[in-house]
């Protein structure tokens, strides 16, 4: 029997007169790789930040694992083994790509940002030994000792994503991780996601580029004007007269 990992229910959110989210229902199975689509301004990054707590909703619930997550800090919820990847990359720019990592790995060991420093320095070679596995597998272990912040693009928001690998959570996020990206480095994200989805760690990606979405998802929803209108199989997607009319204007996926 599948098991749901993430479960949103009836959940509203309006910004003044705006109804950002209406009637929000989504169920996400444990392991499997969950693709949201929809149009600009569908609700899908308001979705997401309500279930990473940074946005309360009007009303509805939000269960992760069995647990209530409505009323949780964003960091309680991310100890919860919820990461999330954003829009725009949340990197710290003045460090090195290493320390980038070693920060939420330590937080992860710690639990919390404030850790006791000589219990930290003795497994520290452990937390080294993490980042590096961590930025090998991304592809960055050639420039772990460059700035994060003359880093491309690209690799920001790659580097966002060990940040988040680092800390082994149970459920990722990712809102558009190949946004502003060029063909060759959305394709290295794509294998990235593959690989990744190997470790059968759930997620849920927020994705505008179709190439994306039918190389990595085992299953996508739509969101429309703040609510599912459907959800299934990629190839049930793809053959949804309903799902091109309201998503694609009559294109073909
Ligand atoms: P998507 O990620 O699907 O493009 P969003 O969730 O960002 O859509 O936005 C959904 C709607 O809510 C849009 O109309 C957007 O302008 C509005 N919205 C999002 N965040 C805010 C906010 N903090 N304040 C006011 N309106 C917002
Ligand atoms: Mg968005």
Request: charged residues 25%; contains cysteine.
């Amino acid at each position: 029997m599948s098991n749901i990992i993430l479960k949103i229910d009836n959940v509203q959110k309006s910004f003044g007169g705006l109804k950002a989210l209406s009637d929000l229902f989504l169920e996400v199975e444990e392991g499997k790789v969950h693709a949201i689509i929809g149009p600009n301004g569908a609700g899908k990054s308001t979705m997401l930040n309500v279930c990473i707590g940074r946005l309360a909703p009007d009303s509805g619930t939000v269960t992760f694992n069995g647990q209530n997550m409505i009323g949780k800090q964003p960091h309680e919820i991310n100890q919860a083994g919820i990461s999330r990847v954003f829009q725009t990359p949340e990197i710290f720019p003045d460090l090195s790509i290493l320390q980038n990592v070693m920060i939420p790995a330590m937080a992860r060991r710690e639990g919390s940002f404030k850790f006791n420093m000589f219990r930290s320095l003795s497994s520290e070679t452990e937390i080294v030994d993490e980042a590096y596995k961590v930025l090998e597998d991304i592809g960055l272990l050639d420039q772990l000792h460059h700035h994060a912040g003359s880093m491309s693009r690209g690799d920001k928001r790659r580097l966002e994503l060990a940040m988040c690998l680092v800390q082994h959570p149970k459920l990722l996020l990712l809102d558009e991780p190949t946004a502003g990206m060029a063909r060759h480095d959305t394709n290295k994200t794509i294998d990235l996601l593959k690989k990744i989805k190997e470790r059968g760690m759930t997620k849920v990606i927020i994705e505008h580029d179709m190439h994306v979405v039918f190389s990595v998802a085992d299953h996508i929803s739509v969101l429309a004007q703040g609510t599912i209108i459907a959800s299934g199989t990629p190839d049930e997607i793809r053959g949804n007269p309903k799902v091109q009319e309201a998503y694609l204007g009559g294109a073909h996926l």
